[in-house]
């Protein structure tokens, strides 16, 4: 599911990472929880957005 990822060094001790991510809105939610619980990651936030073709 994931499309793209970025990998910026902000310094010496931190990295920035932006990944792209496509499907079903629980299972990006899942993988984002999943990567904020990995050790050293420090702070993530997600940002979701659709095209509203399966909106009802
Ligand atoms: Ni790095």
Do not use: R
């Not at 010496?12 to 990567?35: P, R």
């Not at 420090?42 to 909106?55: A, Q, W």
């Amino acid at each position: 599911m994931i499309i793209s990822a970025q990998h910026i060094h902000l310094d010496h001790d931190n990295c920035l990472e932006i990944i792209a991510v496509k499907g079903n809105s629980s299972e990006v939610q899942k993988l984002a929880d999943t990567l904020k619980a990995v050790k050293d990651v420090k702070h993530g936030t997600l940002s979701m957005s659709t095209t509203g073709k399966d909106l009802i």
